[in-house]
């Protein structure tokens, strides 16, 4: 929203645009499946007929053209993390990344011995929502969505977003 | 030909017996958890957050020792000489140390429990808070400390200058009594900080 | 027209792919729709765990055990424990031992229901990873209820386990099995006899069994190729010599030895004889043994070296420690059984349709997290 | 088959090979001359009383001043076991392949340069398997020192506030 981005003060018709666009994007949220490591499984077990991630209009996608979110599932390497930010670059706008479990987190268990273990997803891409948990629960990582939908109701296409 | 329409009437005939599996569970109760309204309880065991009663804590460092991933940081300082900390939720007097800096950093914590089965005085265990993303990373550090930075840079220079009284104090002795060594004076107070 | 001449193409298939499990990456070279060359690369999820462990002491190191094969790590942790005690030469309570080779055949099935259900995915059937997913849960509580944790348990330890059985596990774990043995017939007829899923998976990424042994396959992908061998028989350790079961191996009943459907098969047939193995274990649990009276404080082996296997869902996991009296490993090299496993894709694959690599690659059942260590 | 008696064949066929035997301990050994490596472990696997068809485990080990290359092999067949070792010289750890004897070989002597920088003479194709291309250094030799950065990543963490 680049054109009215700043321009306006908040409104009637602004507010209003904000309610449609943010209830249109937290409520269908889909994940591009980024599954690295352990917590991948929990990923996967959150999607099960248990947790049924669907519910919360959370859809996995293969691919990241058709995602607007991103959920790091796992330890974050350096060989890894070109390919991180490439598939970041390819999911279209708005975006949002989940960085679940420790590893994602801040290099978790690895932070300390592993010489090729990035310290963080957040050096290489902007991390919105940190699940903690090795790996998560998965109400955790639903927590987490529902954490990430409140920011995305927060937020209006009227100002620039932090990135 | 012949094995072609069989082909086909077998794939059709398999296709339904996995359908007559897949409608027979429309007849069994769900087994999804509507998760934000309701939520399964936790078991006694179960691994979630790791929370410390710093009121218990005896400054052992056991905790720390066993964590593989040195998650655990603590720093201690002895109480000041006759100062009341209060008592223990066991109802005893309180060991004579304060905790400037007892951190967790449940962002690193590989939540294998290890440090949960050294602690003389359980005083850190599991709870069964399993909510607690962030938006900031740095939130996930968790301190436990008792005592301000303030009052904790205080409590420093106090055990500092009684480190140095104390030396004085012992040289002062040794120079008086010549060669004959001294007896430590008995006083915990005087020690400096681990 | 066979004279139709295509020219070579590199597709390079991950390291983030709906289809490969983990970060794999495989650069293939195509000649049409076939398969000529396949160069694997992998690393994308290497952890350190050789260095971790050449940092932290014994006790330290069953965490990062753990996290190598996160769908077995009851397994895992049980080799380990296994080799350590070996070192160390310490006898181990009876009940133990029944509590590990209850744990490990729980967690083979629950290590064999996600292989069938993303096996499922891959080839394009998604319902069955729903059911096995399903069950998978009610192992995971299981496990939470005695472990406390859902994946990575950090149960097992050097001379004992963590903790006792909790009350009601025995019982809970009766009515598992009870639930479980009808659902093996659920995914018969859901996946397994589905015709489209047999086309897709019979005769296809014949492994012949001399390819396998070459290449060090093991588990249940040598099993498959009709070769009878496994470690809980064949070199009994912990306590599986005191139970009847059965090894399977492939039969060629659908399409032929050694292709994708034997491999899967393999596995089906596998979880039914774990399941039996937890019934007996179950039964013939010694009570009132403390769990944790072997475990030694400090764990200091003698100089010397161990190279102990054992059966791991996905084939031969070895460890090879190295003493040098201290109480840190000097070296400690993991052979992870999925590392060999993959290596032989390179061989096998070659030759074959794009679309029949995926079931191969499904098929072998990869961990990433245990081939990168 | 016991494995001293292994020992005694390996001796009585390549009585120059054969460098020391161990036989304390857990586990026995037997070491091994750095170029006849490669004919041992052909007769080992060929030789009809033994054949040892499968390589369990290929193991690099850096002892301060000397590197080692331990094999691990067994016989499907016989079900035994025996274990090979190599000494290498720190400088220049060089041994030729067994890849031609066991095609399991391949990636247990790539990772095994990869690790600790011991090139494998007559190896189809001896690359870095596990980290990148560019690594620098052999990160399983005991000096091997953990840089600094990795193409502007941090590879070591620095903790705020904590030494």
């Known amino acids: 929203m680049g054109i009215i981005e700043n321009k306006f003060r908040d409104n009637v018709i602004i507010t209003s645009a904000d309610k449609f666009m943010n209830w249109a994007r937290l409520s269908s949220l889909w994940p591009i499946t980024f599954g690295i490591a352990c917590c991948a499984i929990e990923m996967m077990a959150t999607a099960a007929s248990r947790y049924d991630q669907d519910r919360l209009g959370i859809i996995p996608r293969p691919s990241p053209r058709q995602a607007d979110l991103m959920i790091v599932a796992g330890t974050v390497t350096f060989k890894m993390a070109s390919r991180i930010k490439r598939l970041y670059e390819q999911m279209p706008e708005p975006k949002y990344v989940i960085a679940m479990g420790c590893c994602a987190t801040s290099g978790g268990p690895y932070w300390q011995h592993g010489y090729h273990v990035m310290k963080g997803v957040d050096q290489v891409i902007p991390v919105d929502v940190y699940v903690p948990g090795c790996p998560p629960r998965p109400e955790s990582l639903l927590e987490g969505f529902i954490k990430l939908q409140d920011k995305i109701r927060r937020e209006s296409i009227a100002t620039t977003q932090a990135a | 030909m012949r094995a072609y329409f069989i082909d086909i009437f077998s794939g059709v005939g398999s296709v339904l017996v996995g359908m007559r599996v897949t409608f027979s569970h429309l007849f069994t109760r769900s087994v999804t958890e509507q998760y934000p309204r309701e939520k399964i309880e936790m078991f006694d065991r179960s691994r979630n957050r790791l929370h410390v009663d710093i009121e218990d804590c005896i400054g052992c460092y056991l905790c720390d020792k066993a964590c593989p991933v040195d998650c655990i940081h603590i720093d201690t300082i002895k109480a000041r000489p006759g100062e009341d900390l209060g008592l223990t939720e066991k109802y005893e007097k309180k060991k004579t140390f304060v905790f400037p800096k007892f951190d967790i950093d449940m962002a690193e914590c590989c939540y294998c429990g290890l440090c949960v089965f050294p602690c003389p005085t359980e005083c850190i265990y599991w709870i069964s808070d399993y909510e607690f993303a962030e938006y900031d990373r740095s939130n996930l550090n968790y301190h436990f400390g008792n005592v301000t930075p303030e009052d904790a840079r205080v409590r420093y220079e106090e055990a500092e200058k009684l480190k140095i009284q104390k030396d004085k104090e012992i040289a002062a002795k040794k120079a008086a009594a010549g060669t004959e060594i001294p007896s430590q004076p008995k006083d915990d107070s005087t020690e400096s900080a681990e | ?373 | 088959m016991e494995s001293s008696e292994v020992f005694k064949l390996i001796e009585s066929k390549y009585p120059d090979a054969l460098k020391s035997i161990d036989l304390e301990g857990i586990e026995q050994s037997v070491t091994i001359d750095v170029n006849s490596i490669a004919d041992v472990c052909n007769y080992l696997k060929t030789e009809s009383e033994l054949q040892f068809t499968s390589l369990m485990c290929l193991s690099g080990v850096d002892y301060e001043d000397k590197m080692e290359v331990v094999y691990h092999l067994h016989s499907l067949l016989h079900d035994h076991r025996v274990t090979l070792k190599v000494e290498l010289s720190r400088d220049n750890p060089k041994l030729p392949s067994v890849s031609g004897v066991w095609k399991a070989a391949n990636w247990h002597e790539r990772e095994a340069y990869d690790m600790y920088g011991i090139v494998f003479d007559d190896h189809p194709d001896l690359r870095r398997i596990l980290l990148p291309d560019d690594w620098e250094g052999f990160p399983l030799r005991k000096d091997y020192v953990v840089a600094e950065k990795y193409r502007g990543w941090t590879i070591r963490k620095i903790k705020e506030g904590f030494e």
């Open chain 3, 1 to 373: 027209m066979p004279d139709l001449k295509t020219e070579e193409m590199v597709v390079q298939m991950g390291p983030q792919h709906p289809a490969t499990h983990g970060v794999l990456r495989l650069e293939i070279t195509t000649d049409g729709e076939i398969v000529r060359k396949i160069n694997p690369h992998i690393g994308y999820l290497h952890r350190c765990f050789e260095k971790h462990c050449e940092e932290l002491n014994y006790h330290q190191i069953i965490p990062f055990v753990d996290r190598c094969d996160y769908l077995a790590a009851m397994n895992n942790e049980h080799g380990y424990v296994m080799a350590v005690e070996k070192l160390l030469d310490i006898e181990i309570p009876e009940r133990v031992e029944y509590i590990r080779v209850i744990m490990s055949e729980l967690n083979r099935i629950a290590s064999h229901l996600v292989a069938l259900g993303t096996y499922g995915l891959d080839i394009g059937a998604i319902t069955p990873f729903l059911f096995t997913f399903r069950d998978r849960e009610k192992i995971l509580d299981l496990f939470e209820m005695t472990s406390g944790a859902r994946l990575l348990y950090n149960y097992i330890w050097i001379g004992g386990v963590a903790f006792d059985l909790p009350n009601g596990f025995v019982e809970k774990c009766f009515e598992f099995i009870d639930y479980f043995l009808p659902k093996l017939k659920e995914y018969d007829d859901l996946l397994s006899y589905n015709k489209i899923f047999i086309k897709r998976t019979a005769e296809v990424a014949i492994i012949p069994p001399a390819v396998a042994i070459e290449w060090g396959i093991t588990g249940p992908n040598l099993r498959a190729s009709g070769v009878d061998w496994d470690l809980r028989r064949d070199e009994p350790y912990s306590i599986y010599d005191k139970f009847e079961w059965d090894v399977i191996v492939a039969d060629g009943r659908v399409g032929v030895l050694g292709d994708s459907w034997s491999r899967y098969y393999v596995r089906v047939l596998e979880m039914e004889q774990s399941a039996s193995i937890v019934k007996q274990a179950l039964e013939g649990l010694p009570s009132d043994e403390n769990v944790k009276s072997a475990v030694p404080k400090k764990v200091r082996p003698k100089e010397g070296s161990v190279f102990f296997r054992s059966e791991n869902p996905r084939g031969e996991l070895g460890y090879y420690i190295i003493s040098d009296g201290s109480d840190i490993p000097y070296r400690l090299k993991m052979r992870s059984p999925a590392f060999c496993n993959l290596s032989a894709i390179s061989d096998v694959g070659e030759g074959l349709l794009i679309s029949d690599l995926v079931s191969l690659l499904g098929s072998i059942d990869i961990v990433l997290g245990e081939i990168d260590r």
